[in-house]
Nanobody, 123 residues
Framework: QVQLKESGGGLVQPGGSLRLSCEVS????????VSWWRQFPGKERELVAH????????NYAAPVKGRFTASRDNTRNTVYLQMTSLKYEDTALYYC????????????????WGQGTQVTVSS
């Protein structure tokens, strides 16, 4: 059974940092890209970051570019999202996403999802 377990979310003040982790079990991520998404209340999920299978290539959404860094450790079957200079508007539920890509998926969207971890930026 494939499981993606995000952790590391929480409450942080504006300007602070958090590091999200996504530990994957039941599936080996080394051959697959990984994406991080976030969802605001009442809104569709939006892509935050994408990391290629080898980890050499990354893409970021414009609002987070220069502040967030996605990485992966294939030996630990774990991916990370380092978030710095957090802003109020980063408050969202963050998801990791990987695996094969069946038809109908969005760009950078894959079949396996975690349950999400809440990030709240507030003073």
């Amino acid at each position: 059974q494939v499981q993606l377990k995000e952790s590391g979310g929480g409450l942080v003040q504006p300007g602070g940092s958090l590091r999200l982790s996504c530990e994957v079990s039941g599936f080996t991520i080394s051959a697959y890209p990984v994406s991080w998404w976030r969802q605001f209340p009442g809104k569709e999920r939006e892509l935050v970051a994408h990391v290629t299978a080898a980890g050499a290539g990354t893409n970021y959404a414009a609002p987070v570019k220069g502040r967030f860094t996605a990485s992966r450790d294939n030996t630990r079957n774990t991916v990370y999202l380092q978030m710095t200079s957090l802003k109020y508007e980063d408050t969202a539920l963050y998801y990791c996403n990987t695996g094969p890509r069946t038809g109908g998926r969005l760009l950078y969207e894959y079949d396996y999802w975690g349950q999400g971890t809440q990030v709240t930026v507030s003073s």
